[in-house]
C-alpha cells in the first residue's frame, strides 16, 4: 500500500578533547515543537547541525507536502496486529514524540495520516512485524510518521526496512506498554543517492523492555536521532547502533536517554566502520540523569573502526547527572585502525591478510547484529557488510 530550536546564535559553550562543541545548558532544555516556524532552516553552524552537510539536505527542510508515489510502505507479518491511521492529534500519536529540529517538525506537519501499529495486551508475537518503506526515485520528497503501540504484557519484534532512493524524512513514535518486551529494528539499506533524517523516541513502561536497533548500511546522508524517556519505575531500554561508510557517504547517529525515573536502566552501544576517502561518521549520545531518577544504571558505548586512509569518525559521549543517588553511570568512546595483534594472530594461523581483515570486521560486529535474533535478517545483514568489506579490497 501507499501511505502517503530557535537559533541559539549567542549560546555559550566549550570545546573538549575531540573539538566537539558541548553546549553548556543542559540537553533537557533544547526546544521541542510541533510548529515549523520555530524550527528556522538549519545554516550549518548550530551546535545541532554542525557536524551535518546540510547544503545537501534543502530539500528536506522544505515545509512541503511529499511527492506522491515518492515512496510505497508495505506492512507484513504478525497477522494479528492491528494496523490503522491516525490524524494529526489524534492520540496516541504526539503523545511521546515533539519533533526537536527542523527535519522532524515538517515530516511531522506534513503526513496527515500517520501508520499506527497497535499490538494486544498480553500477546507474543512468534512472526516478525515488517515495515518495509521503498524509495521510488532520487530526490523524490517523502514525509512518514510510524506509531507502534505495544499493549501491556506484550511481547513482539518489528522491523522497518527503508530500501530504495528518495529524500525522506520520517518519523517514528514508540509506546511501551507496563511490562512489555519489544523490540524495534531499523534498517537502512538505501541506494547510493538516497538522503534520510528521522527522530525515532519511545516511552518505556513501568517494568518495561524495550530494544531499539539501528543498522544503516546505505544512502547518500543519514541521520537518525533516537531518544528514549520513561513512564515509571523499573523500565530497561537498550539502543544499539551499526554502520558502515563508504566513499562519500555520511551516517550520523544521535541519542538521548532521559533517565526521569527511578530505578530504570539504559544501555547505548553503536559500532561503526568507515572506508574510502571522505567516508564521515558522527555519533552523539546524551544522557541525562534526572534528580527524581534515583537508584538508575545507564552506560554508553561508542566504538569506530577506519579502514582506510581518509576517513573520519566523530564520537561525543554527554553524561549529565542531577542526582547522587545512582547505581552507576558511565561512557567510552573509541576510534582506531585495525589491532595489529590480532590480524598478526590470524596470519600466523596461516590466514591471508584479506580473509583475517573479513573476520576481524566480522567479529566486529557480530555480537550486535546477532541481538536482533531474526536469521534471515542477521544473515542478509552479514552478507551486505561483507560485500561492503569486499569494496576495499578492489
Same mark, same amino acid.
Given at each position: 500500500?501507499?501511505?502517503?530550536?530557535?537559533?541559539?546564535?549567542?549560546? @555559550?559553550?566549550?570545546?573538549?578533547?575531540?573539538?566537539?562543541?558541548?553546549?553548556?545548558?543542559?540537553?533537557?532544555?533544547?526546544?521541542?515543537?510541533?510548529?515549523?516556524?520555530?524550527?528556522?532552516?538549519?545554516?550549518?553552524?548550530?551546535?545541532?547541525?554542525?557536524?551535518?552537510?546540510?547544503?545537501?539536505?534543502?530539500?528536506?527542510?522544505?515545509?512541503?507536502?511529499?511527492?506522491?508515489?515518492?515512496?510505497?510502505?508495505?506492512?507484513?507479518?504478525? @497477522?494479528?496486529?492491528?494496523?490503522?491511521?491516525?490524524? /494529526?492529534?489524534?492520540?496516541?500519536?504526539?503523545?511521546? %514524540?515533539?519533533?526537536?529540529?527542523?527535519?522532524?517538525?515538517?515530516?511531522?506537519?506534513?503526513?496527515?495520516?500517520?501508520?499506527?501499529?497497535?499490538?494486544?495486551?498480553?500477546?507474543?508475537?512468534?512472526?516478525?512485524?515488517?515495515?518495509?518503506?521503498?524509495?521510488?526515485?532520487?530526490?523524490?520528497?517523502?514525509?512518514?510518521?510510524? =506509531?507502534?503501540?505495544?499493549?501491556?504484557?506484550?511481547?513482539?519484534?518489528?522491523?522497518?526496512?527503508?530500501?530504495?532512493?528518495?529524500?525522506?524524512?520520517?518519523?517514528?513514535?514508540?509506546?511501551?506498554?507496563?511490562?512489555?518486551?519489544?523490540?524495534?529494528?531499523?534498517?537502512?539499506?538505501?541506494?547510493?543517492?538516497?538522503?534520510? %533524517?528521522?527522530?525515532?523516541?519511545?516511552?518505556?513502561?513501568?517494568?518495561?523492555?524495550?530494544?531499539?536497533?539501528?543498522?544503516? %548500511?546505505?544512502?547518500?546522508?543519514?541521520?537518525?536521532?533516537?531518544?528514549?524517556?520513561?513512564?515509571?519505575?523499573?523500565?530497561?531500554?537498550?539502543?544499539?547502533? =551499526?554502520?558502515?561508510?563508504?566513499?562519500?557517504?555520511? %551516517?550520523?547517529? *544521535?541519542?538521548?536517554?532521559?533517565?526521569?525515573?527511578?530505578?530504570?536502566?539504559?544501555?547505548?552501544?553503536?559500532?561503526?566502520?568507515?572506508?574510502?576517502?571522505?567516508?564521515?561518521?558522527?555519533?552523539?549520545?546524551?544522557?541525562?540523569? *534526572?534528580?527524581?531518577?534515583?537508584? /538508575?544504571?545507564?552506560?554508553?558505548?561508542?566504538?569506530?573502526?577506519?579502514?582506510?586512509?581518509?576517513? *573520519?569518525?566523530?564520537?561525543?559521549?554527554?553524561?549529565?547527572?542531577?542526582?547522587?543517588?545512582?547505581?552507576?553511570?558511565?561512557?567510552?568512546?573509541?576510534?582506531?585502525?585495525?589491532?595489529?595483534?590480532?590480524?598478526?594472530?590470524?596470519?600466523?594461523?596461516?590466514?591471508?591478510?584479506?580473509?583475517?581483515?573479513?573476520?576481524?570486521?566480522?567479529?566486529?560486529?557480530?555480537?550486535? /547484529?546477532?541481538? /536482533?535474533?531474526?536469521?534471515?535478517?542477521?544473515?542478509?545483514?552479514?552478507?551486505?557488510?561483507?560485500?561492503?568489506?569486499?569494496?576495499?579490497?578492489?
Amino acid at each position: 500500500m501507499t501511505l502517503i530550536t530557535p537559533e541559539r546564535n549567542q549560546a @555559550q559553550g566549550h570545546t573538549d578533547s575531540s573539538a566537539a562543541f558541548v553546549p553548556d545548558q543542559s540537553r533537557a532544555e533544547r526546544k521541542t515543537s510541533f510548529e515549523p516556524a520555530d524550527f528556522p532552516v538549519p545554516h550549518g553552524r548550530e551546535e545541532e547541525w554542525c557536524f551535518t552537510p546540510i547544503d545537501t539536505l534543502t530539500n528536506l527542510f522544505s515545509d512541503a507536502a511529499g511527492d506522491d508515489g515518492a515512496v510505497t510502505v508495505d506492512v507484513s507479518g504478525a @497477522q494479528a496486529v492491528v494496523a490503522d491511521t491516525l490524524d /494529526i492529534g489524534e492520540a496516541p500519536r504526539g503523545t511521546v %514524540l515533539t519533533p526537536a529540529d527542523r527535519a522532524a517538525v515538517v515530516a511531522s506537519a506534513n503526513t496527515e495520516q500517520a501508520l499506527h501499529l497497535k499490538l494486544d495486551n498480553d500477546t507474543e508475537y512468534a512472526e516478525p512485524l515488517r515495515v518495509r518503506v521503498h524509495g521510488e526515485g532520487a530526490g523524490r520528497r517523502s514525509n512518514a510518521h510510524y =506509531v507502534i503501540e505495544a499493549g501491556r504484557h506484550s511481547k513482539a519484534l518489528v522491523i522497518l526496512e527503508h530500501t530504495g532512493s528518495a529524500d525522506h524524512t520520517g518519523n517514528l513514535e514508540v509506546v511501551v506498554g507496563d511490562g512489555a518486551n519489544l523490540t524495534v529494528v531499523s534498517l537502512q539499506q538505501w541506494d547510493d543517492d538516497a538522503n534520510h %533524517l528521522g527522530q525515532h523516541d519511545a516511552m518505556v513502561g513501568r517494568d518495561a523492555t524495550y530494544r531499539h536497533i539501528v543498522v544503516t %548500511l546505505g544512502g547518500n546522508v543519514v541521520r537518525l536521532n533516537s531518544n528514549v524517556k520513561y513512564a515509571g519505575p523499573g523500565g530497561d531500554a537498550t539502543l544499539l547502533g =551499526v554502520y558502515f561508510a563508504d566513499a562519500g557517504q555520511h %551516517l550520523e547517529h *544521535r541519542s538521548f536517554v532521559d533517565h526521569n525515573a527511578p530505578r530504570c536502566r539504559s544501555l547505548v552501544t553503536y559500532k561503526g566502520a568507515l572506508q574510502g576517502d571522505t567516508a564521515r561518521t558522527v555519533w552523539v549520545g546524551d544522557v541525562l540523569i *534526572r534528580a527524581e531518577a534515583e537508584g /538508575i544504571e545507564t552506560y554508553e558505548l561508542n566504538r569506530n573502526l577506519v579502514l582506510t586512509d581518509g576517513a *573520519r569518525a566523530d564520537s561525543v559521549p554527554n553524561l549529565e547527572i542531577e542526582t547522587g543517588d545512582i547505581e552507576g553511570a558511565g561512557h567510552a568512546s573509541s576510534t582506531g585502525r585495525f589491532d595489529d595483534e590480532q590480524l598478526f594472530y590470524l596470519q600466523a594461523r596461516g590466514i591471508p591478510e584479506a580473509e583475517a581483515r573479513r573476520l576481524v570486521v566480522r567479529g566486529f560486529f557480530a555480537d550486535i /547484529i546477532a541481538k /536482533i535474533g531474526v536469521p534471515e535478517v542477521v544473515d542478509g545483514l552479514m552478507e551486505a557488510i561483507e560485500d561492503e568489506l569486499a569494496a576495499t579490497e578492489q
